[in-house]
């Protein structure tokens, strides 16, 4: 009985085997064969070829002969189509060769900024997938140069930044006041909010919201008022200038624990620190990170993203604008 068994499981990983090897061996031909019937086979490459995964694309034969003519290696064309996006290849193949070894594995690359992410680097000696990021986020650049404007204002899961303006006629349509205050918020954040604010009064903590949707006029005069007491790179650091304030997206609110202050207690701030992503908030500005954010640590401003995001946020523990290209900007 223990005999058949035996044979029966010998039997089946012989089947196994002689199905991996052939779908191995497919898996090679295929490339060759793809080349040979394309009018790109050259004899001499029939090696590379040989140890090329196939892949199931349009041109690639095209694409193959394109990367072998430039020098890459069968193993580094394998990584490419493992790891790069289908518009990262497209940029690649036209492009002298790169050396893309420390990069395959980062997600968040764009082949055309590799020099960039290499001084970067070199530059603040930081890991590269720091460098990678921060590049993307244009930190290789002053603040407030080269501002794109933002296409769909909108959305839940905006960038707004010292990069990314809103237009300065653009205001939610769907603003609706908090609880009994007069401040607004767009209504699914407003409402989150209100429900934010009841769960920390049942654990004894009050919060007061004192500042949420700022319209552009008003963002601009507020920033214009702090430059008549503080110098421009001073003001920089703790306003936004007019089109670059999350609070003309009607998804950001100030908070304070007290009329008299305009900040959070420390209790009622680590209190917001670890709960406020249960509502789809985030703290925005955290400390340590304003070489990111480009602002000082603001522990009062909370930015509505949605619950999925502001708990995948605070479990990464990355700011926003880290989030946002790692995960929401599509390349
Ligand atoms: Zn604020």
């Not at 991996?20 to 080349?35: D, E, Q």
């Not at 934010?196 to 214009?224: G, H, M």
């Not at 917001?272 to 925005?284: E, M, P, Q, T, W």
């Amino acid at each position: 009985m223990k005999i058949g068994l035996f044979l029966i499981i010998i039997l089946l990983l012989s089947v196994l085997f002689l199905y991996l090897k052939n779908y191995w061996l497919i898996n090679k031909n295929a490339t060759y064969h793809a080349m040979k019937v394309s009018s790109y086979f050259d004899s001499n490459k029939i090696n590379d070829y040989q140890n090329i995964d196939f892949v199931d694309r349009q041109n690639f034969a095209q694409e193959i002969s394109s990367f072998l003519d430039k020098n890459y290696t069968s193993e580094e064309i394998n990584l490419i189509y493992e790891y790069l996006s289908d518009s990262n290849i497209q940029k690649l193949l036209n492009l002298n060769y790169i050396d893309l070894k420390d990069f395959y594995q980062i997600s968040n690359i764009d082949v055309l900024k590799i020099n960039d992410y290499l001084e970067y680097q070199n530059i603040h000696k930081i890991p590269i997938k720091e460098a990678v990021t921060e590049v993307n986020l244009h930190l290789n650049e002053e603040f407030y140069s080269n501002v794109s404007t933002i296409k769909f204002p909108d959305s839940y899961t905006i960038l707004v930044n010292k990069y990314n303006a809103l237009p300065s006629n653009y205001y939610p349509k769907d603003l609706t006041n908090i609880g009994n205050t007069s401040l607004k918020m767009r209504a699914r954040a407003s409402r989150s909010l209100e429900n934010l604010i009841a769960d920390a009064l049942t654990n004894n903590i009050v919060l007061i919201p004192f500042s949420a949707y700022r319209s552009y006029d008003y963002q601009e005069k507020l920033y214009n008022k702090y430059l008549e007491t503080d110098p421009i790179q001073i003001v920089d650091t703790y306003s936004a200038r007019a089109g670059h304030s999350e609070h003309q997206t009607g998804l950001a609110c100030d908070i304070r624990s007290d009329e008299e202050i305009d900040t959070l207690t420390p209790s009622d701030y680590k209190w917001l620190l670890d709960n406020s992503y249960k509502y789809g908030f985030i703290v925005r500005y955290p400390k340590g990170k304003s070489k990111i954010t480009g602002y000082k640590e603001e522990p009062w401003h909370l930015r509505y993203v949605g619950e999925t995001h502001s708990k995948k946020i605070h479990d990464l523990n990355i700011t926003f604008d880290e989030y946002y290209d790692l995960y929401l900007n599509n390349r």
